[in-house]
């Protein structure tokens, strides 16, 4: 799998775009900003966009979604939970003091356990509230995209609409902590950590 990791918009948040090296199909997980930036990245890499999944609906993960959309014509996908705030991310980011552009609507309402696949490669949905309402992981074997559920050392904060600290805690430590310790996590913002290396040295999971 083709795994491209961008930084991007100015909270920096993780933007991932997976690949199936045998078909040149592709996904973009949370293309929170910079949509130029990603496309250049898919065109060097000859990928061809299938979805565009949004971990959850903050604007910093979800930003670029509409001229990704336009340019692609890929399917958009989200939690229902979160989808009503597509159409609100403008607002969302003006409290901020940042501009974005409001997202078209979802084309896939994303349900725990569903699968998103692309070439060879299925991706499993792991809903994981707390950070928002509608957070969701995406697993595939050795490999979670955990968006702002779990950092490396920390967790997502919970003091935004939807957010509920106990929630994530529990989605954390029943969702995610059984995945086989040397599970990769790409996180929504930061470095990638491991399972094993959260169970052991998280403060907020001890």
Not at 50 to 57: R, S
Not at 141 to 161: K, N, Q
Request: hydrophobic content about 35%; charged content about 25%; proline content about 4%.
């Amino acid at each position: 799998m083709f795994i491209k990791k961008l930084e991007v918009g100015p909270i920096m948040a993780n933007c991932y775009i997976l690949g199936c090296e045998s078909t040149k199909e592709a996904v973009v997980i949370d293309p929170g900003d910079d949509a130029d930036r990603i496309l250049m990245e898919l065109s060097k890499a000859e990928l061809r966009v299938k979805y565009l999944i949004n971990t959850h609906g903050h604007f910093d993960h979800v930003g670029a979604n509409k001229r990704m959309k336009e340019v692609t014509g890929a399917q958009l996908a989200i939690h229902p939970d979160d989808e009503p705030m597509l159409n609100q991310l403008s607002k969302s980011a003006l409290m901020f003091g940042m501009s974005v552009e409001d997202s078209p609507p979802a084309d896939i309402l994303l349900k725990d356990g569903d699968e998103i696949t692309f070439g060879d490669i299925t991706l499993k949905v792991i809903h994981t509230p707390g950070h928002s309402k509608g957070g969701v992981c995406l697993y595939t074997a050795g490999h979670l995209f955990a968006g702002d559920t779990l950092f490396a050392g920390s967790i997502g904060r919970t003091d935004l609409e939807g957010g509920d600290y106990d929630t994530l805690i529990s989605s954390i430590k029943n969702r995610l902590l059984s995945l086989d310790e040397n599970t990769l996590v790409y996180t929504g913002h930061g470095p990638e950590t491991t399972i094993g290396n959260e169970r052991r040295m998280n403060p907020f999971l001890r």
